[in-house]
Nanobody
């Protein structure tokens, strides 16, 4: 009923930049919080950054000052600008959104994207 599609991953050298995008589509009444998570091989999925519908953001300590999350509510999209990338940032990055699905009344669910691979070489 709702799909999240990520794009923008790839291979980059240490110190480089990438911009991830995630667009939500489907039976969307509204979207509350959106965020990015990442999962490295053999590790748990960790929070990277979140942003509210009003634009308030929060970051994991390891990315603060290097990554910037933003969103376009009109496009149901969230972005992650990643600068000064390090090999430790290598992971699959997942988009997450709390979506109120069309209904009477609308009901909130959390949805995940399929993930996009980010690889940073040293």
């Amino acid at each position: 009923q709702v799909q999240l599609v990520e794009s923008g991953g790839g291979l980059v050298q240490s110190g480089g930049s990438l911009r991830l995008s995630c667009v939500a589509s489907g039976r969307i009444f509204s979207i509350s919080g959106m965020g990015w998570y990442r999962q490295a091989p053999g590790k748990q999925r960790d929070l990277v950054a979140t942003i509210t519908s009003g634009g308030d953001s929060d970051y994991a300590g390891s990315v603060k000052g290097r990554f910037t999350i933003s969103r376009d509510n009109a496009k149901n999209a969230v972005y992650l600008q990643m600068n000064s990338l390090e090999p430790e940032d290598t992971a699959v990055y997942y988009c997450n959104a709390e979506v109120y699905v069309v209904g009477a009344p609308p009901v909130s669910y959390r949805f995940w994207g399929q993930g996009t691979q980010v690889t940073v070489s040293s």
